[in-house]
């Protein structure tokens, strides 16, 4: 039996933001640099830069993170969770609830589910399958707009929102 993927309104994906996302590198909601504008500049950090350092001359910030652990933009509503924005809501909030999003050789959306999200746990405790998802094409056009920020740049460090500092992910 498959399904499509039906928010319950609950607000857990926009709760509890900033995350380990490897040893000793914490990280907010990713936002590109048109994004920052919906939020207020005090919680905006540098992301993802590329170059060979963070000091050198051809380092640029590609990738900026909201530092809040919460959304500020989360509101209630008859005990439903509701964005304030969510027409213009960033990329990584258009994914939700996929997580790890990466290209299989094939072309194919590789992915995992966020296992915060309580209607992927409902779905999982039902053993259900999930059919393909507007969450899927949005997770190709945010593949698509990364390597358009890339290029074939090689280099690229992570800002640790705990150390306040640039991480290499190598």
């Known amino acids: 039996m498959a399904t499509s993927f039906s928010c319950l309104r609950c607000g857990s994906c926009c709760e509890d933001l900033v995350v380990e996302i490897q040893k000793n590198v914490h990280a907010g909601l990713a936002l590109f640099p ?3 504008a919906h939020f207020t500049k005090e919680f905006i950090y540098p992301y993802r830069g590329v170059g060979i350092s963070p000091e ?6 590609v990738l900026f993170q909201l530092c ?5 933009h989360l509101k209630f509503q008859d005990n439903l969770a509701k964005c ?13 609830p996929l997580r790890k999003i990466s ?8 992915y995992t589910l966020d296992p915060h999200c309580k209607a992927i746990q409902m779905l999982r405790d ?16 945010l593949l698509n ?12 460090w992570l800002f640790d929102l705990k150390s306040m500092k640039w991480r290499s992910p190598y």
């Open 145 to 156: 707009r990364m390597k358009s920020i890339m290029g074939n740049r090689i280099w690229m």
């Open 84 to 96: 304030a924005i969510y027409e213009t809501r960033p990329f990584a909030c258009k994914c939700f």
């Open 68 to 72: 809040a652990d919460d959304c500020p």
């Open 126 to 141: 039902k053993a259900i399958k999930l059919e393909a998802s507007p969450e899927e094409e949005s997770g190709f056009q």
């Open 103 to 110: 290209m299989g050789e094939s072309g194919q959306l590789d």
């Open 34 to 36: 048109e994004e920052r």
């Open 56 to 61: 050198s001359k051809d380092f640029e910030i």
